[in-house]
């Protein structure tokens, strides 16, 4: 069994800037990372990923705002979020595909007041 642990969420002005956290049980290395966000009402949607090797993906809408970074040797992947607008109000999730199964974190709330 895998463990996710997020943190950093927290409310924000618009303009603003948090960094979040997904802390994992086990090693990261070798494994591609994931963050999804899902706003109310809506589906969860991918907003990053990053390779072992550090190659990175970022969906439309958060690209020049936001970016993903990890650390292996803590087993903790990062989401730098700059330029905070209201639409960015998710509850954020980390994911990773550990032995052939997916495993996800319970999420951190980030609120963008506008």
């Known amino acids: 069994q895998v463990r996710l642990v997020e943190s950093g969420g927290d409310l924000v002005q618009a303009g603003g800037s948090l960094r979040l956290s997904c802390a994992a049980s086990?090693?990261?290395?070798?494994?591609?990372m994931y963050w999804y966000r899902q706003a109310p009402g809506k589906q969860r949607e991918l907003v990053a990923r990053i390779t072992s090797g550090g190659i990175t993906f970022y969906v439309d809408s958060v690209k020049g705002r936001f970016t993903i970074s990890r650390d292996n040797a803590k087993n903790t992947v990062y989401l730098q979020m700059n330029s905070l607008k209201p639409e960015d109000t998710a509850v954020y999730y980390c994911?990773?595909?550990?032995?052939?199964?997916?495993?996800w974190g319970r999420g951190t709330q980030v609120t963008v007041s506008s």
């Open positions: 086990r090693s990261i290395f070798g494994i591609i």
């Open positions: 994911k990773a595909n550990f032995f052939g199964s997916e495993y």
